[in-house]
């Protein structure tokens, strides 16, 4: 059986966070920017979001005038 790999190296296994703090931390200029700046340089990401956001209020519109519809006395 091989040993593990915590009784190679001692009995404290180390771990480095540094990539995940970098990545928390973002680029060194995204704080200085404006929000019309972040707008226009992330423009494909707000309008594909728009879309699908409109994809999801027409289909629960759909579905409230359905529902009312289908609840007129006409129909039952």
Request: charged letters at 10%; a neutral charge; aromatic letters at 0%.
């Given at each position: 059986m091989a040993p593990s790999i915590a009784s190679?190296?001692?009995?404290?296994?180390?771990?480095s966070h540094g990539e995940f703090t970098e990545a928390i931390k973002g680029e060194p200029g995204d704080a200085e920017k404006t929000i019309w700046q972040l707008i226009n340089e992330n423009r494909r990401a707000?309008?594909?979001t728009f879309f699908a956001n409109c994809g999801s209020f027409l289909f629960g519109y759909d579905v409230?005038?359905?529902?009312?519809v289908?609840?007129?006395?006409a129909f039952s």
């Open positions: 190679q190296h001692g009995d404290k296994a180390t771990v707000i309008i594909v409230l005038v359905q529902g009312a289908t609840a007129l006395p």
